[in-house]
Every structure is written in C-alpha cells, then in structure tokens.
C-alpha cells in the first residue's frame, strides 16, 4: 500500500524557498524505494495560487493549502498544532523538511509532541528494509554516521539544504490542491522572522554562496569588502573564528568546528590561512575559491581555485568582474 510522505514547504521572500524544492526531490528520490504519496503542505496568510504555482509542477500527488493569518510569519507553535492535527487526521507515514532556520526549530519540537523519532540534518535519506534510514554528519562533518529510525508511527526527518537539487520541473499539473481549515492558534508562538531581523542578513547555513573572512581582512570595517561582493552574488558573509575573536564578525556568522557547517555551492575564503578547525566547517562547499598572500597556507591545498595576492587588490577586481557579468559587460 502506497506510503503518505509529506514535505512542508517554507516561503521566505514570499516565495517558496529553494530548501523546500530540495526536501522535494529528496521525497522523489525515497519514492524510488517504496510506494510512496507524495504531499506538500503550504501554510501561509492570504495565498493566491501564483503563491504555490510552482508546487503544481513538482509533479507530486497533492498540495494541502492553509490560509491563515497565524502563518503570516513564521510561527512555531501554530505549525506545530497545524501539522499535528493534521497528522492525526491523515495519518501520514513520514514527514521531511529542511533543516533551515524553521525546519531546527520545527523538527524537534513536532517529533516531541508526536513522540515520535526524528532524524536531524541529513544529507542523505533512504527507505530500506521498512525503516528510514539517513546519513548525517557528526563531530564538525568529520564522521558521517548512518542512523536509522525504529519507531512506530511517523516518522520525522530534516534534509540539510543544498544537498539535494531543486528537482526538474513538469509541464503537465496532475497535482490535487486541497484546502484545509485552521481554526487558530490560542497559545504564543515564536515567530522566527524576528529573530532573523536581529541577526541581520542571510543565515550562513543556508546561504548557496558564502564570501568568508579570516584575520587576514585586518578589521571590522574592511569586511565592507566582503559584504559588497556578498550582495552581488546573493549570497552570505562568513568569517573564521580568528576574525569573530577580533570582535570584526558576530559568532552566528563563524564557520567551523565550533562555529557551523556550510556546504554552499560557491565558498570564497579571504585572508583565511585553513586551520583544520575551519576545513571541517566549509570542506564540503562544492566549488572553493581562496584568496591568500601565502600559496602554502593549508587552505590553497583544498582550494578548486587558489588566488595568490593581496586581498585587498584582488577581492575589488573581481567584484567589478562579477559586476561586469552580471550586468552582461
Ligand atoms: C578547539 C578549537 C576550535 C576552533 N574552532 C574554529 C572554528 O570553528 N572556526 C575557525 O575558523 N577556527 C577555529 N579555531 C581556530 C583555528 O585553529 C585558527 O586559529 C583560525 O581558523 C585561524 O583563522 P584565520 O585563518 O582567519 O587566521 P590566520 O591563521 O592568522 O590566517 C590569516 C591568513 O590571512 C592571510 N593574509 C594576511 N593578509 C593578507 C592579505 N592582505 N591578502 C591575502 N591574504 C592575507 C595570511 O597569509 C594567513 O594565511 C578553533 C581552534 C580550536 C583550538
């Protein structure tokens, strides 16, 4: 009998967010595994259609639409209510998300009001012998263990972004839309947008394209530098723990091992010399650019692209090159 999967789908921009498509195609992927139902839900505060269109040609089996004004921003309390309530009256068999700033938040806290297991921040995830079973990264991303989920009942698990690829899209929509009544949440919520607005910017872990600065940037202001090739390239800026010491960068944006671990597709470290404790932090990017004086710092090793030269002179000749492209010179 086929499997009821659901993937809740986050917006941010007021748009369905990359992370979401990925957690789809990794639902696409399992539903090679086993018989699989695969369901999207989409919450949010006066949605039209052009708001979930892209839903529609995911080519997955039905999209639940909850049209709120709790939902407005992210509110953990009422996600939490809505998709339990949910769960009970669906009876789904496995819930996936991604492991963003709302899936860290949302996973743990659904898992422990369905008592139910959960697997965190996985970068792989596979239906095999009746259990769900996923790889995750460990001690800084320098294990990866395999867990596997024994548990009745649902089970829950969130992808970590940029693992996975947005999945190709289909012409024909053979999707059902269903509308599904929410009646409120009457408890207080945390609403994450909040707290985002404290931290300023694009979170590092979900960035797609990281500029990160080490001790080499000299100072806080010089990380202008940084912030303006960032923009250009809609991406986030990052910074060794040496330039977080020094007070130029807060601790959220801090790769490593006691800092977080990135995978973007695109990671260019400046002035950063690769101690092993950043590596394990940014060792998985897909595509590494380093930019430093000395060609024999560790980090050049693991660089796909290794800039030998001052920072400074470098780091404005290729914002104006990037420019240059983005604006077709
Ligand atoms: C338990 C523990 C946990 C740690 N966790 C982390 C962590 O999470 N993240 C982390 O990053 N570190 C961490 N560290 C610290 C780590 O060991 C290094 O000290 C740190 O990463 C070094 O930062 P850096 O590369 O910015 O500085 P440095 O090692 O001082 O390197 C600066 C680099 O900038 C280059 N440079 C200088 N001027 C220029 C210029 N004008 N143009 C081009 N290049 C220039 C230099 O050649 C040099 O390679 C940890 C350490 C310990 C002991």
Known sequence: MSQRLWTIVFTKDDKISRESLEVISAAKQMGKDIDLTIEAIFAGHKISVEDYRELLHQGIDRVYIIDHKD??????????????EMAEKYSPSIILMPANVYGKE?????????KTGL????IEIRHRDGFLECTRPIYAGRI????????DGVK?????PHVYPVPETVDEVTTEVEIVQYNGFS???AVIREIQETLGGMDISEANIIVSGGKGMKSAENFALLEDLARLLGGAVGASRSAVDEGWRPHHDQVGQTGKVVMPDLYIACGISGAVQHLVGMNRSKCIVAINKDPDAPIMKIADYAIVGDLFEMIPILTEKFRKCRTGG
């Open 71 to 84: 939902f407005r921003d992210f509110n953990l309390g009422a996600m939490k209510e809505l998709i339990s």
């Open 106 to 114: 949302l996973a743990p806290s659904l898992s422990g009001m369905l």
């Open 119 to 122: 697997l965190a921040d996985c």
């Open 144 to 151: 990866l263990s395999k867990v596997k989920l024994d548990c």
């Open 156 to 160: 829950i698990a969130s992808i970590r």
């Open 187 to 189: 408890g207080a919520g």
